[in-house]
């Protein structure tokens, strides 16, 4: 008694299908019990039993009721096929409709639109509300502190007297000894 989905055993699973299909075969053979009994109080209603005459006289009026009768059930028959075919074809068109009506309210295919959180709560919230959404203002103020020695590196100055300077024994010496 899992209240998970799908969290049955095989075992209990093959129990339900078994106890279905046996229902359903009841409730199948019920179905055709009546359906026999159907007919067979159809047939008492509407064919009395025969009761056979010798004369020619009455089998010639036996067939002409027989066929009064079988005209009258062939109309009735025309009558419930031309219904049937009547609403096949009204089932088809509504279905045609459908599909009509489908294609011409197609949805767009939407595209991609860069647009600013401004016009964004604006779209959303329609003209009438004004909401400004500046979102840089909420960041925090960072200063940035130079050190000396990085602004020394930056600042080489002249680079055609620095070559100079590192130029000849006397350059070469003074890289060695260090700037002092």
């Not at 279905?20 to 055709?32: H, P, Q, S, T, V």
């Not at 009064?68 to 049937?84: A, G, H, Q, T, W």
């Not at 009506?101 to 009438?128: E, H, I, T, W």
Request: charged share 40%; with cysteine.
């Amino acid at each position: 008694s899992n209240s998970k989905k799908g969290n049955v055993s095989s075992s209990r699973k093959h129990t339900l299908k078994s106890c279905m299909l046996a229902l359903a075969k009841d409730w199948l053979e019920a179905e055709a019990l009546e359906k026999v009994k159907e007919r067979e109080r159809y047939m008492e209603e509407n064919c009395p039993p025969l009761e056979m005459s010798h004369s020619k006289d009455d089998l010639m009026e036996l067939c002409k009721k027989m066929y009064d009768k079988i005209n009258v059930i062939d109309e009735e028959r025309y009558n419930l096929e031309y219904k049937v075919i009547m609403v096949c074809n009204e089932v088809l068109d509504l279905n045609i409709k459908i599909v009509d009506l489908r294609g011409k309210f197609k949805k767009p295919a939407l595209k991609k639109v860069r647009m600013s959180a401004d016009a964004m709560l604006q779209a959303l919230l329609g003209s009438k509300h004004k909401v400004t959404m500046d979102l840089r203002s909420n960041l925090k103020q960072v200063k940035k502190d130079e050190k000396k020695e990085d602004k020394e590196l930056r600042d080489v100055g002249d680079w055609r007297k620095n070559i100079d300077d590192k130029a000849g024994m006397d350059g070469r010496k003074k890289m060695f000894q260090g700037d002092n």
